[in-house]
């Protein structure tokens, strides 16, 4: 399945011309309201059903995530690329919420079109937590089905996905939908509280941001015996540029979204940045890097620096810090500190319940909450973060945004060739910095 021309923008967008367009189109989502009386559910009845595409541990966990706070939903209709992973996944919920799932043999969808046929049924709200290559496509199918959608990071591997992701917010405000990103941070009740502060000036103006996100490996998966190449390539998504957008994509993205909104969603003038991979090599560890270093540069001089790792035995750090003229806030500490020294000290909080709470208590009080704007533009900054690693080119915000360069394969289905192939020992072909171009 390819993607609809018509979410590819045809008119360069500068980052002027996005700052005004966003104001315009965040004062919209805003004032979203339903006319009274009115349901984007199923009439009559106060369940909402649900449909999982995307049935691994995120997408399961979020299922769970649902069910917990909203007793009157149900789990309707399931879809993943592998009936293996339905199954599995199946088993555990119904260990947990036996009660709320209500999914038999026919609702249970299986291959890369098996979203398609989700989206037939009769559910209201759509969890999607697949590789993010697919993200806009299903994202788009499912807001032009009419569904409310939670749509799990990162949500684009390219600038015409991230347009696409765009327009399905667009088109998700006009029909009264919700959308809420798995950017989960920003439904956590600390860090909200600590953000607050600091947009209301309680460190000053921000003159630079730390990002950091240093782990161990993630999984990298071996290949089952009989499996095709795409089915092996969809299975160990993590380590494949095509489907995760690397280390950015798959991590650093939430850091960037946290720093992205403590400037208030304001895009970068440009980015520039280095990586490579030392440790995690061979053809297990597909064409991904280990390690990514980024600076993003902001008017006024105002300096975004952001790091990822993944390296066993190394040094773990996952913190967000910001400096400003009047003093420093680390955020996951919930701490600020300076000429005024405060901390959060209220109740902890699940913030993976309370963005799947956002979704469902807007979707019954006909209150669209809508993401769209911010999780395109921090998705952005996580692809720029890669790009730059990859290239060794400085890349302006306008650059990234307008860029048309996509790696899909020819056509979508578990026997059809992946777009990158391994060579005669199975190794992946790797970026070069200085070599490796950005068009």
């Not at 038999?104 to 759509?126: K, M």
């Not at 990071?153 to 390219?158: E, G, L, P, Y």
């Not at 773990?316 to 500190?337: A, H, M, P």
Request: hydrophobic share 40%; proline share 5%.
């Amino acid at each position: 399945m390819a993607r609809s021309s018509t979410v590819i923008q045809r008119v360069p967008c500068t980052r002027r011309s996005f700052l005004h367009q966003s104001s315009a189109v965040i004062s919209a989502l805003a004032v979203t309201r339903l006319a009274a009386g009115q349901t984007v559910h199923v009439a009559g009845s106060d369940v909402l059903r649900l449909g999982l595409i995307g049935c691994g541990g995120r997408g399961s966990g979020a299922v769970i995530n649902a069910l917990t706070v909203d007793a009157q939903t149900k789990l309707v209709a399931m879809a993943d690329a592998f009936a293996w992973r339905i199954d599995e996944s199946l088993q555990s919920l119904l260990a947990l919420k036996p009660e709320q799932i209500d999914v038999p043999p026919e609702r249970r969808f299986v291959g890369l079109d098996a979203y398609q046929h989700l989206l037939a049924c009769d559910v209201d709200v759509v969890l999607i937590a697949v590789p993010s290559h697919f993200v806009p496509i299903y994202l788009q199918a499912a807001v032009d089905a009419g569904k409310h959608v939670f749509c799990e990071k990162t949500h684009a591997v390219d600038a015409p996905g991230v347009r696409s992701v765009l327009q399905s917010a667009e088109t998700a405000r006009q029909k009264g939908l919700s959308i809420v990103s798995g950017l989960a941070w920003r439904y956590d009740t600390g860090v909200r509280e600590t953000m607050q502060r600091v947009h209301d000036g309680a460190i000053g103006d921000i003159t630079s941001i730390q990002e950091v996100c240093n782990t161990g490996s993630l999984r990298s998966l071996p290949r089952k015996p009989g499996m095709t190449e795409m089915e092996y390539q969809i299975y160990n998504w993590y380590d494949f540029n095509w489907l995760s957008a690397d280390l950015p994509g798959l991590n650093l993205v939430h850091n960037v979204d946290k720093g992205a909104w403590a400037l208030h969603d304001a895009p970068p003038l440009s980015a520039w940045g280095m990586g490579g991979r030392e440790v995690r090599k061979g053809p297990t560890f597909g064409d991904v890097f280990d390690h990514h270093a980024t600076v993003f540069r902001y008017p006024d001089g105002v300096q975004m620096y952001a790091y990822c790792r993944q390296i066993n035995g190394a040094t773990t750090d996952i913190s967000d810090v910001f400096i400003g003229t009047r003093g420093r806030c680390d955020l996951l500490q919930n701490k600020i500190e300076g000429e005024v020294t405060w901390r959060y000290e209220g109740p902890p909080c699940n913030r993976f319940d309370l963005e799947q709470a956002a979704l469902l208590s807007s979707i019954r009080a006909g209150t669209p909450i809508n993401n769209g704007l911010y999780m395109a533009r921090s998705s952005l900054l996580a692809l720029m973060a890669t790009w730059c690693s990859h290239t060794g080119e400085e890349i302006t915000w306008d650059q990234a945004l307008n860029s048309q360069r996509q790696v899909n394969p020819e056509r979508y289905a578990l026997d059809a060739p992946p777009p990158v192939l391994p060579d005669a020992d199975g190794n992946y072909p790797i970026a070069v910095p200085g070599t490796t171009r950005f068009a």
